[in-house]
């Protein structure tokens, strides 16, 4: 993709009101993003623009610096990954949602193609972990590192948390997914965990552009890139409410296997675990579980 090309792409991600599937839409429809970004009121109605969001995109479009942000990211040591370009996770290029833009920080040792070039796998589950659930994850997690796997998670409490230090204690490499811009890492307490995870050849990776607070709208947004950049997905321990089971729920739908280990049967932290079973999800007691299906 050509330089000129990559800013237009860069300030369609940087406004609110198209999203991936409204930008592959105007891609198709004007043949580059160059083209739909300088087009006229009338054309952007004309494809099917909400007014309201073609009156916000003209007010967009009258004031974007197109220089300030490339110069920010770079300050930020922040890369932008552009779905076009060969660097791009092949595996999320397969899923009908992928972000057309990642912001991505990452070590300069190392490449988004390499990691990703690796076996992927998530695993999620709940942000309040049970002495069970910290076990199972612990142990689950330890295998998969010393058998290669690249562990992605979301840098929330609980789960996620222990699968990233996990992979870590045990030189593996790691990536996390979040739901605000780069700048804006949340939990607070975890920024170092996110700086440790970028220095040992991990990255942290989100599409949404700086300055993204976090809200809950954004999770399952998350969500679906965690699963999208994996193989398969294993929760180790969830509720029924968990937004771990709409990751297991969107893995499903792109295509991916889903993993869910059995808990206790009296912990409500095992009903979400053992709903994803009965609808089909494989049961998980040992790492051979996961790798008979996904090798």
């Known amino acids: 993709m050509e330089e000129g ?5 860069l300030a369609f991600s940087l406004f609110e009101g198209i999203g991936p599937v409204r930008f592959k839409l105007l891609l198709d429809y004007f043949g580059s993003a160059e083209k739909a970004f300088n087009a ?17 995109f003209l007010i967009f479009r009258k004031k974007y610096n197109f220089g300030s942000d490339f110069v920010r990211f770079s300050d930020e040591g922040v890369k932008a990954v552009f779905s076009g370009e060969e660097n791009y996770p092949d595996l ?15 070590s300069e040792r190392t490449s988004l193609k390499e990691i990703f070039r690796k076996k992927t796998i998530a695993v999620v589950g709940s942000r309040k972990m049970t002495p069970y659930g910290d076990r199972v994850t612990r142990a689950l997690v330890k295998e998969l590192v010393l058998k290669n796997w690249v562990i992605v998670s979301g840098l929330a409490r609980g789960v996620d948390r222990v699968a990233h230090e996990v992979a870590l204690e045990n030189s593996g490499i790691t990536v996390a997914v ?13 920024k170092l965990l996110a700086e440790r995870i970028v220095k040992n050849k991990g990255a942290i990776l989100s599409e949404f552009p700086f300055g993204t607070k976090l809200s809950p709208a954004n999770f399952p947004a998350r969500n679906r890139i965690i699963s999208g950049l994996c193989r398969g997905v294993l ?15 969107l893995a499903a739908e792109q295509g991916r296997e889903v993993f869910a280990v059995p808990g206790p ?31």
């Open 5 to 9: 090309e990559k800013k237009y792409w």
């Open 40 to 56: 006229g009121e009338r054309q952007l109605r004309e494809i099917g623009l909400p007014q309201k969001t073609v009156d916000k």
């Open 92 to 106: 999320l290029k397969e899923i009908d949602s992928a972000p057309s833009v990642l912001y991505v920080k990452l």
């Open 178 to 190: 979040i739901g605000s811009g780069l700048d804006r890492v949340y939990p607070p307490e975890h």
């Open 235 to 249: 929760v180790t321990e969830a509720a029924l409410d968990s937004g771990s089971l709409i990751t297991a729920s």
């Open 265 to 295: 049967v009296n912990s409500p932290l095992s009903e979400g675990t053992a709903s994803l079973i009965k609808k089909g999800a494989k049961l998980v007691t040992r790492v051979e579980d996961i790798l008979e299906e996904l090798d």
